[in-house]
T-cell receptor, first 112, second 115 residues
Framework: GENVEQHPSTLSVQEGDSAVIKCTYS??????FPWYKQELGKRPQLIID?????GEKKDQRIAVTLNKTAKHFSLHITETQPEDSAVYFC???????????FGPGTRLSVLP | GAVVSQHPSRVICKSGTSVKIECRSL??????MFWYRQFPKQSLMLMAT?????????EQGVEKDKFLINHASLTLSTLTVTSAHPEDSSFYIC???????????FGEGSRLTVL
């Protein structure tokens, strides 16, 4: 089955700096890669996603890149703000959602 | 965006009682829903996959007689924690997959406290 690894497990950055979180997956059949942000005690919220027919996607300060050959995808947050502090989860899935697997999460702290 | 509603958000019960948690997709159909348990500062732990009209698939180590799952329609799945004990106290979250897309949306979560 699918296995998703995520690094780093914790990340601290100064406000205004960039943050990068990387995930790797094992199943070449996976073709959908979402990222979720979870604030303390709240539900995970989808912040950006990418499908395997695209190499990069950007939404304001957030971008995701995908390397299908290497089976890894990364989340990039630029100009970080304190409200970006949260736990971020990557995931890998196929179109049918039957192999939806989460990474272990990265706790991001943006220091003022 | 797609909305998933989960109720109750908080429940406190006595040991030995059963608690039902509902998960509804409000504006889309969800053939598949997932139930997770989350301990403080840890990742989501998948408990079971719920498919509409069929029996749920439980992850290894999850007692199916303890955590009853019913997915009676394309918009509703329920998790019943039977004969709850203090060690069942946790944050339970559901998610619903928009049919055929792989896109997953989460409920608000339910914090269960068993006294």
């Amino acid at each position: 089955g699918e296995n998703v690894e995520q690094h780093p497990s914790t990340l601290s950055v100064q406000e205004g700096d960039s943050a990068v979180i990387k995930c790797t997956y094992s199943d070449s059949a996976s073709n959908y890669f979402p990222w979720y942000k979870q604030e303390l005690g709240k539900r995970p919220q989808l912040i950006i996603d990418i499908r395997s027919n695209v190499g990069e996607k950007k939404d304001q300060r957030i971008a995701v890149t995908l390397n299908k050959t290497a089976k890894h995808f990364s989340l990039h947050i630029t100009e970080t703000q304190p409200e970006d502090s949260a736990v971020y989860f990557c995931a890998a899935s196929d179109n049918y959602g039957q192999n939806f697997v989460f990474g272990p999460g990265t706790r991001l702290s943006v220091l003022p | 965006g797609a909305v998933v509603s989960q109720h109750p958000s908080r429940v406190i019960c006595k040991s030995g009682t059963s608690v039902k948690i509902e998960c509804r997709s409000l504006d889309f159909q969800a053939t598949t829903m997932f139930w997770y348990r989350q301990f403080p500062k840890q990742s989501l732990m998948l408990m079971a996959t719920s498919n509409e009209g069929s029996k749920a698939t439980y992850e290894q180590g999850v007692e199916k007689d303890k955590f009853l799952i019913n997915h009676a329609s394309l918009t509703l799945s329920t998790l019943t924690v039977t004969s709850a004990h203090p060690e069942d106290s946790s944050f339970y979250i559901c998610s619903a997959e928009r049919t055929g897309t792989g896109e997953l949306f989460f409920g608000e979560g339910s914090r269960l406290t068993v006294l």
